[in-house]
């Protein structure tokens, strides 16, 4: 088989190089809570965190049937409608069905215990419905929008679907917004929040007022058969009751209740007949999101008592006698916690993301630790990882002579219990090649070929790898970790049929590439194959120390985020996404190309952990499974250029402040000013007032927030504090972060 480049075609320095390439051509068809200070406290509870939704600006409230085996969840994916549609996943085959109608807006979807069908709630039935999506989209074509907010539409109505029919039961049938709606255990009665009475009893002129400006404030629990017959109003109380979930045993809610002003929420659980309210949190706080353990002996919840923008998930026993304890510990937003049935997994929305939207995770839960903290003080413990398992593999060799490094090699390959190779055919199957020094200071180069096809008046489809290593970074150990991963991923990759076009996708393996070396290896490459390919992924570290991966130039097309879904919900590797592909990386190169170009490698933290030498047999699957997605695939993953995000909020307004929501004061008082923030910059600091933004007085948090939606970024504005007694004039220029 003619080599297209190899070692002789590039220079080759005497120090550098461990590097694996293959090149596929494929045929297609701040409260009382107990807390840890330690950032890693989480690890007490939760394990094997791992990001679950990629596709769409962002996903959550993911809920699941009976047995755990399907999650429906609310995500905004389809480019032509920006709000909110439900989905189920199929977590045993990754396959992904829309379930609402797909215009509109919907939230709050349920699975019937029968697993047949589901409820949620949408807007899909009012006439403006497409309007108000054009507009939406229009909105955030300009790059300026408000802070994000949930919408009290009064056209939300619950409806009611049986999987696959595209038939939908209106069940409320009422003016004003019914949603967050639950079934009960048993599947005979739904919960949900509703604030239609706002719209049938006589308001005063004060309440009719608050009803146009803040609908959310005459929201309450009700009741209902599942059919949507025996309405029944459980709560009664000024302020927003939302959110309910029934008990395992079907005979309590758990909700969120609001104080009147909507400045703070506490977890709240009642009978079913909205006797025995009872108060289980009192943090001060936004505390909200309440959801049961399957064994009802306490409830995980979501809280920002660690700061406005920091809302964290905590657990709580069912009577509220023991202080909440802390479960996840990450800047920024984890909440909407979900138990799976077993108890043992916990799934979330969070945006620990690099665009911080907000989409679903998943993880191990720690129920016995759970339980013990809840109840006594509890030492965090550190996350150790479980030690891999592999018993085909080598022991390491701490030393190679040079002499012996073609023949160690040769002996490795030869002692595969799968693979017979031939040395004697170029470019036939099972064929392996070696060019070596004979004091192998000049490194080991490898090409085989582990399968090779002949088709009628077409190119011969073929695996192809080369191996680079050097003396100084061979062990007999770790070769045989790579060699076996790179033969399960070949073999997982066999052809299944030899119709449709010839297109080449170019998967490389890269272990270590020297920087000095790098771009002439990745130029290189670029330059052999790039007009040809229809697409590239290259990843490295496939060892089983690395648990935590980032796949960059997810946006190089839009078809990456959609396999990367659907494909690791089987797998459960933890990953991370980046839009872009790194600098000085192959995949950069064929970008410029215009090749659509991912890499999968270890996360920042775990770069130095490649010691291990026996394969990660998840990344493997991972890998072999997107990869092979691509091979069956009958059109070749679309370019994307990347320029600026299309769903980038660019200028929304930003001060970085931190209010005490809690404080009885005339204005805003502030608890604390992030550090280099425009308010910090500005002068701004802990226990100011702010009394005045610009022209408008600042009387309440809710003003605060209305001012700072009329602020630009980059404008100066003055501001007005009370300090110490005193009226101070602050000038700060308004900075911009994304929604």
Same mark, same amino acid.
């Given at each position: 088989?003619?080599?297209?480049?190899?070692?002789?075609?590039?220079?080759?320095?005497?120090?550098?190089? /461990?590097?694996?390439?293959?090149?596929?051509?494929?045929?297609?068809?701040?409260?009382?809570?107990?807390?840890?200070?330690?950032?890693?406290?989480?690890?007490?509870?939760? =394990?094997?965190?791992?990001?679950?939704?990629?596709?769409?600006?962002?996903?959550?409230?993911?809920?699941?049937?009976?047995?755990?085996?399907?999650?429906?969840?609310?995500?905004?994916?389809?480019?032509?409608? +920006?709000?909110?549609?439900?989905?189920?996943?199929?977590?045993?085959?990754?396959?992904?069905?829309?379930?609402?109608?797909?215009?509109?807006?919907?939230?709050?979807?349920?699975?019937?215990?029968?697993?047949?069908?589901?409820? /949620?709630?949408?807007?899909?039935?009012?006439?403006?419905?497409?309007?108000?999506?054009?507009?939406?989209?229009?909105? #955030?074509?300009?790059?300026?929008?408000?802070?994000? %907010?949930?919408?009290?539409?009064?056209?939300?109505?619950?409806?009611?679907?049986?999987?696959?029919?595209?038939?939908?039961?209106?069940?409320?049938?009422? #003016?004003?917004?019914?949603?967050?709606?639950?079934?009960?255990?048993?599947?005979?009665?739904?919960?949900?929040?509703?604030?239609?009475?706002?719209?049938?009893?006589?308001?005063?002129?004060?309440?009719?007022?608050?009803?146009?400006?803040?609908?959310?404030?005459?929201?309450?629990?009700?009741?209902?058969?599942?059919?949507?017959?025996?309405?029944?109003?459980?709560?009664?109380?000024?302020?927003?009751?939302?959110?309910?979930?029934?008990? !395992? @045993?079907?005979?309590?809610?758990?909700?969120?209740?609001?104080?009147?002003?909507?400045?703070?929420?506490?977890?709240?659980?009642?009978?079913?007949?909205?006797?025995?309210?009872?108060?289980?949190?009192?943090?001060?706080?936004?505390?909200?999101?309440?959801?049961?353990?399957?064994?009802?002996?306490?409830?995980?919840?979501?809280?920002?008592?660690?700061?406005? =923008?920091?809302?964290?998930?905590?657990?709580?026993?069912? %009577?509220?006698?023991?202080?909440?304890?802390?479960?996840?510990?990450?800047?920024?937003?984890?909440?909407?916690?979900?138990?799976?049935?077993?108890?043992?997994?916990?799934?979330?929305?969070?945006?620990?993301?690099?665009?911080?939207?907000?989409?679903?995770?998943?993880? @191990?839960?720690?129920?016995?630790?759970?339980?013990?903290?809840?109840?006594?003080?509890?030492?965090?413990?550190?996350? &150790?990882?479980?030690?891999?398992?592999?018993?085909?593999?080598?022991? !390491?060799?701490?030393?190679?002579?040079?002499?012996?490094?073609?023949?160690?090699?040769?002996?490795?390959?030869?002692?595969?219990?799968?693979?017979?190779?031939?040395?004697?055919?170029?470019?036939?199957?099972?064929?392996?090649?070696?060019?070596?020094?004979?004091?192998?200071?000049?490194?080991?180069?490898?090409?085989?070929?582990?399968?090779?096809?002949?088709?009628?008046?077409?190119?011969?489809?073929?695996?192809?790898?080369?191996?680079?290593?050097?003396?100084?970074?061979?062990?007999?150990?770790? /070769?045989?970790?790579?060699?076996?991963?790179?033969?399960?991923?070949?073999?997982?990759?066999?052809?299944?049929?030899?119709?449709?076009?010839?297109?080449?996708?170019?998967?490389?393996?890269?272990?270590?590439?020297?920087? =000095?070396?790098?771009?002439?290896? /990745?130029?290189?490459?670029?330059?052999?194959?790039?007009?040809?390919?229809?697409?590239?992924?290259?990843?490295?570290?496939?060892?089983?120390?690395?648990?935590?991966?980032?796949?960059?130039?997810? #946006?190089?097309? +839009?078809?990456?985020?959609?396999?990367?879904?659907?494909?690791?919900?089987?797998?459960?590797?933890?990953?991370?996404?980046?839009?872009?592909?790194?600098?000085?990386?192959?995949?950069?190169?064929?970008? %410029?190309?215009?090749?659509?170009?991912?890499?999968?490698? !270890?996360?920042?933290?775990?770069?130095?952990?490649?010691?291990?030498?026996?394969?990660?047999?998840?990344?493997?699957?991972?890998?072999?499974?997107?990869?092979?997605?691509?091979?069956?695939? !009958?059109?070749?993953?679309?370019?994307?250029?990347?320029?600026?995000?299309?769903?980038?909020?660019?200028? #929304?307004?930003?001060?970085?402040?931190?209010?005490?929501?809690?404080?009885?004061?005339?204005?805003?008082?502030?608890?604390?000013? &992030?550090?280099?923030?425009?308010?910090?910059?500005?002068?701004?600091?802990?226990?100011?007032?702010?009394?005045?933004?610009?022209?408008?007085?600042?009387?309440?948090?809710?003003?605060?927030?209305?001012?700072?939606? &009329?602020?630009?970024?980059?404008?100066?504005?003055?501001?007005?504090?009370?300090?110490?007694?005193?009226?101070?004039?602050?000038?700060?220029?308004?900075?911009?972060?994304?929604?």
């Amino acid at each position: 088989m003619k080599r297209t480049w190899s070692c002789e075609t590039m220079k080759k320095p005497k120090t550098v190089v /461990f590097s694996v390439v293959a090149i596929i051509g494929i045929y297609a068809a701040n409260g009382n809570a107990s807390d840890a200070a330690s950032s890693d406290s989480e690890t007490r509870f939760l =394990s094997n965190v791992r990001q679950v939704t990629f596709e769409g600006r962002r996903a959550g409230e993911g809920y699941f049937n009976a047995d755990g085996s399907k999650m429906i969840f609310q995500s905004e994916r389809d480019p032509a409608n +920006p709000f909110y549609q439900i989905f189920l996943l199929d977590l045993n085959t990754g396959d992904t069905q829309l379930v609402s109608p797909g215009y509109g807006k919907t939230t709050c979807a349920w699975i019937h215990p029968d697993g047949q069908r589901a409820l /949620f709630a949408s807007t899909h039935e009012d006439l403006k419905s497409l309007e108000h999506q054009k507009a939406e989209l229009e909105k #955030r074509a300009t790059g300026k929008t408000k802070r994000y %907010e949930w919408d009290y539409d009064e056209f939300y109505e619950i409806y009611t679907t049986e999987f696959g029919s595209n038939k939908y039961t209106n069940l409320t049938n009422a #003016r004003g917004y019914d949603a967050e709606g639950s079934y009960s255990p048993d599947g005979k009665w739904i919960a949900f929040s509703s604030n239609r009475h706002a719209f049938t009893d006589k308001l005063s002129a004060e309440d009719q007022r608050l009803l146009e400006t803040d609908a959310k404030y005459f929201l309450d629990i009700y009741i209902m058969r599942a059919d949507g017959s025996d309405v029944k109003r459980l709560t009664d109380v000024p302020g927003y009751d939302g959110g309910p979930f029934f008990s !395992p @045993d079907g005979k309590r809610i758990c909700w969120r209740r609001f104080t009147p002003d909507g400045n703070v929420a506490e977890i709240w659980t009642m009978n079913i007949n909205g006797s025995d309210q009872k108060q289980i949190t009192k943090l001060g706080g936004m505390s909200w999101a309440p959801f049961y353990h399957p064994s009802g002996d306490y409830l995980i919840f979501t809280t920002d008592i660690n700061g406005r =923008s920091n809302f964290e998930l905590y657990v709580v026993d069912t %009577e509220g006698k023991h202080e909440p304890v802390r479960v996840s510990n990450l800047p920024g937003f984890d909440g909407l916690p979900v138990f799976f049935p077993d108890g043992k997994r916990l799934a979330w929305t969070a945006n620990r993301t690099e665009n911080k939207k907000g989409q679903i995770f998943f993880a @191990d839960f720690d129920d016995a630790a759970a339980r013990k903290t809840i109840t006594h003080a509890q030492e965090r413990t550190g996350n &150790k990882p479980a030690s891999p398992k592999d018993g085909n593999s080598l022991s !390491p060799t701490t030393a190679e002579q040079p002499g012996t490094l073609r023949d160690r090699i040769l002996a490795l390959i030869k002692s595969s219990d799968r693979i017979n190779w031939n040395t004697v055919n170029p470019g036939h199957e099972k064929y392996v090649e070696f060019e070596t020094s004979v004091d192998g200071s000049e490194g080991t180069f490898i090409q085989f070929v582990l399968r090779s096809t002949a088709h009628p008046n077409r190119k011969p489809l073929f695996l192809m790898y080369s191996i680079e290593y050097l003396f100084t970074n061979f062990t007999s150990a770790g /070769f045989d970790a790579d060699m076996t991963a790179l033969v399960e991923i070949a073999e997982s990759l066999s052809p299944k049929s030899k119709d449709g076009p010839l297109r080449t996708i170019y998967v490389h393996l890269m272990i270590d590439v020297v920087e =000095s070396r790098r771009s002439e290896l /990745f130029g290189a490459i670029a330059s052999t194959f790039g007009d040809d390919l229809a697409a590239s992924v290259e990843f490295r570290d496939l060892r089983a120390s690395v648990n935590e991966y980032v796949v960059d130039g997810v #946006r190089t097309s +839009p078809r990456w985020s959609k396999h990367i879904e659907r494909h690791n919900v089987l797998v459960g590797l933890p990953l991370k996404v980046s839009d872009t592909p790194q600098a000085d990386s192959l995949g950069f190169a064929l970008y %410029e190309k215009s090749v659509p170009s991912i890499a999968i490698r !270890p996360s920042e933290m775990q770069r130095q952990s490649n010691e291990s030498a026996v394969p990660n047999k998840r990344v493997i699957e991972f890998i072999s499974r997107l990869v092979g997605a691509l091979i069956i695939d !009958p059109s070749s993953p679309e370019f994307t250029p990347i320029t600026k995000r299309k769903d980038a909020v660019v200028g #929304r307004p930003y001060l970085g402040t931190e209010p005490d929501y809690r404080a009885q004061v005339e204005g805003v008082l502030l608890k604390g000013v &992030k550090e280099n923030g425009p308010a910090h910059l500005g002068g701004m600091r802990a226990g100011d007032v702010i009394v005045q933004i610009g022209d408008a007085s600042i009387k309440d948090v809710q003003g605060y927030a209305d001012a700072l939606d &009329k602020l630009s970024a980059g404008e100066t504005v003055l501001i007005h504090v009370m300090r110490d007694g005193e009226r101070v004039l602050l000038r700060v220029t308004v900075g911009a972060r994304e929604q």
